[in-house]
């Protein structure tokens, strides 16, 4: 199991780009990265996933080192909506089983 | 409708009782999951499904049941509940289809007094 290691939490205002970045020294070679939303009362929600380099979606970026020892969720001009637990995993998507969901990141995003 | 549903969303038990939580998927997903969130932590996994009648444990299983009759259903029993056990529970379920995405329910707030 690759340990993640996130900030715990993060302040912001409406209208930055706002990165969060997620340590993960010791990830294999088959395991992928992935970050989940949460918001108050409800469950976690699919984000964004990404092997190496950049992945970009309707919501964020995610930016991988070559080493692939961390990475980096963007997200671009955040709202007040955008307050949220952010966590970041990594395993083999083969076996959702095995990830591991951290603390998360705390987003608390400021007009 | 489609999605995944969890019942009930909120539940208060005594101590020593036995209750069972419900989790329903309408889109035939294989794998499923369920989660308990206590305050202020992330989601540890309890148990967890690949098919109809194969389960296996998660990282904390002690003092749940699971089963799995149907594919769409995956309903969680603590045979006797403990104080310990007051926690949000969350069910989902995940396709493999090449991606880490799982959908969750929107929880059960199950309290033990």
């Known amino acids: 199991l690759a340990k993640t290691t996130q900030p715990i939490s993060m302040d912001s205002y409406e209208g930055q780009e706002v990165n969060i970045t997620c340590s993960h020294n010791n990830i294999a070679t088959n395991d992928y990265i992935t970050w989940y939303q949460q918001f108050p009362s409800q469950g976690p929600r699919f984000i964004i996933q990404g092997y190496k380099t950049k992945v970009t979606n309707e919501v964020a970026s995610l930016f991988i080192p070559a080493d692939r020892k961390s990475s980096t969720l963007s997200l671009p001009r955040v709202s007040l909506s955008d307050t949220a637990v952010y966590y970041c995993l990594v395993g083999d998507i083969r076996n959702f089983n095995k990830f591991y969901f951290g603390s998360g990141t705390k987003l608390n995003v400021k007009p | ?113």
């Open chain 2, 1 to 113: 409708d489609a999605g995944i549903t969890q019942s009930p969303r909120y539940k208060i038990t005594e101590t020593g009782r036995q209750v069972t939580l419900m989790c329903h998927q309408t889109w035939s997903h294989s794998y499923m999951f369920w989660y308990r969130q206590d305050l202020g932590h992330g989601l540890r996994l309890i148990y967890y499904s690949a098919a109809a009648d194969i389960t296996d444990k998660g990282e904390v299983p002690d003092g749940y049941v699971v089963s799995r009759s149907k594919t769409e259903n995956f309903p969680l029993t603590l045979e006797s509940a403990t104080r310990s056990q007051t926690s949000v529970y969350f069910c989902a379920s995940n396709i493999l289809a090449g991606r880490a995405e799982a959908f969750f329910g929107q929880g059960t707030r199950l309290t033990v007094v």
